[in-house]
C-alpha cells in the first residue's frame, strides 16, 4: 500500500472512532510522529536527540492547538471540518477568532524555529531538509481528512 493511502486508511480509522473525537488533536500529532518515524533514515546516534528535541516539540504543538480550540468554544465559535460561518457570528467573535488566528501563527512560528534551531544542531543538513520534506508531504497527505481535528492546523 502506497504511504500516501496507508495514512489515508489510518486517519480514517481515527476518524471513525470515539478515541479520535475525544482527543483530536493529540491523535494527529501521534499519526504525524508515526510517519516522520517510518519515513525519517536517521543514523544510531541521531535517533534519540532527535526524539528527544521532536516529541516535546509536538506536545507544544498540539497543546497550542487545543488552547486556541479552547478559546474558541469558550466564546460559542463552532465549527465544521475546520471552517467558520462568520455570517452567524457577532463582531466580538469575528474579532476573537481573527486575534487567534494571528496568535496561534505567532505561536507556532517560535515553536517551528526552537525546533529548526535544535534539529540543525544534531541533524546534517541533508536529514534535516529530508525532515521538512517528509513533514510537508503528511501535512499534504491529511490536510482535508483531518480539517478542523486541530484548530487551525498548517496549511
Known amino acids: 500500500m502506497p504511504p ?6 489510518i ?15 493529540q491523535s494527529i500529532m501521534l499519526i504525524k510522529r508515526n510517519f516522520i518515524e517510518r519515513n525519517l533514515t536517521l543514523s544510531e546516534t541521531e535517533q534519540k536527540p532527535f526524539w528527544d528535541v521532536y516529541n516535546p516539540y509536538l506536545k507544544e504543538e498540539s497543546e497550542i492547538f487545543e488552547a486556541s480550540k479552547a478559546l474558541l468554544l469558550k466564546n460559542n465559535i463552532e465549527r465544521n471540518k475546520g471552517r467558520v460561518d ?12 481573527m486575534e487567534d488566528r494571528i496568535n496561534t501563527k505567532e505561536q507556532l512560528l517560535k515553536l517551528e524555529k526552537k525546533l529548526y534551531d535544535q534539529l ?3 541533524l546534517p543538513a541533508k536529514t534535516l531538509y529530508n525532515f521538512y520534506q517528509i513533514e510537508a508531504r503528511f501535512k499534504a497527505d491529511i490536510k482535508e481528512e483531518a480539517k478542523g481535528a486541530c484548530t487551525h492546523e498548517k496549511k
Open 11 to 25: 486517519l480514517f480509522i481515527f476518524l471513525s472512532s470515539s478515541v479520535f473525537a475525544q482527543d483530536d488533536c
Open 120 to 122: 540543525k544542531k544534531i
Open 86 to 97: 462568520y455570517l452567524k457570528l457577532t463582531d466580538k467573535q469575528l474579532y476573537v477568532l
Open 4 to 9: 500516501k493511502h496507508f495514512i489515508s486508511f
